[in-house]
């Protein structure tokens, strides 16, 4: 589908000016991208509510407000309108010359696929490899291979955070156990355990189209015979029981559902959970201790953090 994006470059200081005009002008509907409100947010206390910012990105200036429209026949309507916002807030700014206005005609077809190119087969253990599914791959002797496609679902199996989950499925799943993979995304760490010899596999998310990707992912890896992919809340009963339970979720939500853990998993079993920045490292190991939880090991990589942990006997 094509349409138009309308972009208008500006000081900071003229954003709220600029936006009044525009809804002044009939335009109700756009995007703001305003560097200071980042920066506002991780000058507070509340600094660390991000679990990841790029910090290149504090160097840009300049605010983008940007505004679509269908290619139709209310596009020009539209751009008019636009112009006369932007001409409007030039003439109240003390330095018109930076409130910039350009125009172009997109395509969808253009960004829909982008992201495409920078997934490439990786290594993700010693043995196991991330491969797109549009992607073709001759494995050399020894290597697993998942084949992923992440659809709408978060996962493509490269970040830290999911091989550092990998790598301790890896170490604590053994071929006789059953496997629960807590908000389960696009299913890689479900597959990961099909590759390490499990076939009890269970995996579930909050998210249908989640479920719905990571079931697409599982026929596409041939695990459909023993792995299921369904809507589920942990915190809210699931009644299921599994030896090795992983989840790769924010730190905020690991420290929500631990206590709801231990009653899923099996005497003697492992929970183990990545996607924790090392900031809130503590914070998530004394959640795990609460819950009754000992930890067996950290594991750390750029910047971010995965625990694998079982529940202690004074515990059962």
Partial sequence: MKYYEIKITAPSTEVENISNFLIIEGIETFEVDDIEVAREILSSKNKFEWDYYNEALLEEHDACITVYTENDEN??????????????????????????????????????????????????????VICPSWESYEPAPGEKII??????????????????????????????????DVGCGSGILSIAAGLCGCRKVYGFDIDPDAVRVAEENIRKNGMESFAVMAQGDVTEGVSRTADVIAANLMAEIII??????PACLKEGGVFIASGIITEKKDAVAAAFREAGFEISEIREDEGWCAVAARVGEASR
Avoid: N
Avoid at 172 to 177: F, G, N, T, V
Avoid at 256 to 261: D, K, N, R
């Fill in 147 to 180: 084949e992923i496609d992440p659809g709408m679902a978060f996962g493509t199996g490269t970040h830290a955070t999911t091989r550092m989950c990998i790598e301790l499925i890896e170490k604590y799943l053994k071929p006789e156990h059953s496997f629960m």
């Fill in 75 to 128: 596009a020009e309507q539209v751009i008019a309108s636009v112009r006369a916002a932007v001409k409007s807030a030039q003439e109240a700014a003390s330095s018109r010359d930076r409130i910039q206005m350009g125009v172009r005609l997109a395509d969808d077809e253009e960004w829909k696929d982008e992201w495409k190119q920078y997934f490439r087969p990786q290594h993700i253990t010693d043995d196991i």
């Fill in 256 to 261: 929500a559902i631990c206590g709801s853990i």
